[in-house]
Each structure stands twice: as C-alpha cells, then as structure tokens.
C-alpha cells in the first residue's frame, strides 16, 4: 500500500532531511518557515536525533556547523531577516568546507518587510550574501513532493561534496498542501561524507584530491585537524603565501565544476517547438505552467524551463533549450524586481530576446498575469 498522506511543503523539507539522516536540527522560530523547526522538534526524537532553539539565527547557523563538525548531518531553517544574520556563519562554512543544510522560506522584503506574503527576493542573496569567493549549491522546489526530495537530495550534496546547501522556496510552497506519495519518491541509500583513513601522521585536512572533496575526520578517530575561517594551507592552519592561498580559494571555488552531473537539475515542460521560453522558479514556475498550457490551447508555442538546481545555474542546458527549439524570446516571471532575469541574460548573451515579470505586492504572479505577458510580448 502506497503511503499518501497531506504534506505541507514546510513539513516535507523536514521530512526529507530525517530520511536522508539527518540527526541534529539548531533554529529560532520566524515566519513562514516555523513549520520545519516544528516538525523538526516533534520528529527528531523519534528516530534519536536532537532538535535545539537556539537564542537567534546567528546562533542557529554555529551550532548546525559545531554538529556537523562533530559528525552530524546537521540542518536549520529561516526566512529573510534570518538568513541575513545566517550569512557570516554560512561564509564560514564555506571556507572551511563544512556539509550543513540551510531551509529558507521567502518572504517579502527587505528588513521585516511582509512576514506572511511570499516573495522570491532572496535569488541573489542565496548564492552571494556572504562576503568573498564561495561555493554554494542552491536547490528550488515547486511543489510540496520537491520539498522533501530536493531537502533530502541536500543532505546528500552537502555530504558528498563538502559543502553548504540551500533549500530555497518561497512562502506559497512553504504553506502549500498537496497529496504526496512518500513511497513514489526513491529511496537511495544514505550517504555519508569522505572520512580519513590511512596513516594519521599524513593526513591533511584540506588535501588536494582528484575529486577536490578532501576527507573529513571523524571524532575520536586520532585525526589531527585544525580548522579556520582564515585562508588555510591543506593541513588548515591560516596562511598569506599568495601561492597556496590562490590554489586553495582556486580549489575550491572550482570544485563544484567537477560534479555538476551530481547536482545540476532541471525540468522542461513543451519546449521542443517553443517560441516564447519561460524561464521560473517556485511558485512562479507552477503559475508558469499554467500560462503554458493555456497559451497552448491558443495556438501560442510556449514553453518552460525550471531550474530545480538554481545555484549552480544550469547554464548549458539553458543554452540548448533554447538552441533547440529556436526559441526568439524568454520570458522570466518572479517575485521581486528582476533577479533571476539578470541571470538568464547573462547565459543567453544575447541569443534570444529576455524579458523580465516582476512582482512585489505580495501576491504571487498568476497564469494570466504571464500568459497576458507572453501575448503582448508576441504581438
């Protein structure tokens, strides 16, 4: 028997993380993504892991980095305001290379902005809020079945790869409910990061590996580690040699190149014949969908594509989408004032005509909204 049940999209991320093994969850309660820190507290026990509200959002992201450190799949959650104080503590696991998930729940903006009105303005903020060079992979899921495979395809990623992930959503995916068959959704075998081995007088904790993802040490081991946010040589202790420093920032903000196949996603949608290519995340995506089709039915050739990875973007396919289906325009609905639309111009380069959607009251873009768009757009 199938095991169908009412999902909200905020619970689902929760539930995703747990299967992926998820143990440890540090958070301070903000709207519109209390829901996973609640499901977080109520289903962890179960299953003998430790949930924690910590004093605010800063201590949040310390102690996710202190549990992974010390060997656990470890994950909070946030919206806006939140993930603006997350953001030095989230630089500093990316430098040291630290696996950690971070859930955000768009809301509108800046400062407290509209806590309960969706918004997708933290596009940009997701992959550059944290100050230098930095890896990061960002995954946006449309719909409440995506919140928890995409939650627990993160834990995966940020174990195999060394690195922060973000789970992006938006208000409208966060609080929407829907029929999720949890049995439908593959089940892979739980992953774990790289541990050392080998002799322990030669280990290096930031060595460079065929795969750029040094191994970890795991407590109690005998490993010696020593880690820093300062920039580190590969046995971590802080160095200013511009040689070593520029090859371990050159590591890794290059690593993620190496294992695009791992992380790099999408979903296209009519687009084989397109003229008019809509590019949409979230709940503008699902909106999208709808403009599609009804456009369809009008004889317009439209089509979509969905970065389900949105960081890394995924340039290449992009371009043959576009390159596919000969495609003279791309329309790029969102919930801010063009954010996505900046990236999409920058893939295309020119290739085809890009025009932004934007929307900042509140309300998410609707079908007829982006179909009406389309219309004008083509005349």
Known sequence: MSQRINLQGN???????????????????????????????RELPKVGGTFIQMEDEIASMAAVIGASMGGMKSMTATSGPGFSLKQENLGYACGAEIPCVI????????????P???????????????????????????????????????????EQLRVPVVVLLDEAIGHLVETVDLDAIPETPEVWRKWAEGPKQDYEPYAVTDDMVPPMSRPGDGYRTHTTGLTHAPNGFPTQNPAIAEAALTRTTTKLDL???????????????ADLLIVAIGISARAAQAAVDDLRADGVKAGLFRP?????FPEEALREVVASSGAKTVLVPEMNQGQLVLE??????????????????GEAITPDQIAGKAREILG
């Open 11 to 41: 619970h689902a991320c929760a539930l995703g993380a747990i299967r992926a093994g998820c143990r440890f969850f540090a958070g301070y309660p903000i709207t519109p993504s209390s829901e996973v820190a609640e499901s977080m507290a």
């Open 103 to 114: 859930v955000n729940v768009m809301r509108g903006g800046p400062s407290t902005g509209m």
């Open 116 to 158: 309960t009105r969706p918004s997708q303005g933290d596009i940009m903020q997701a992959r550059w809020g944290t100050h230098g060079d930095h890896p990061i992979i960002v995954l946006a899921p449309a719909s409440a079945a995506e919140a928890f495979s995409e939650t627990s395809r993160a834990v995966e990623l940020s």
């Open 259 to 273: 294992h695009r196949e791992r992380y790099e996603s999408w979903r296209v949608r009519q687009c084989d014949d």
């Open 308 to 312: 389900v990875t949105l960081w890394p």
């Open 344 to 361: 999409v111009e920058r893939v295309l380069k020119g290739s085809a005509g890009t025009v932004g959607l934007g929307r900042i009251d």
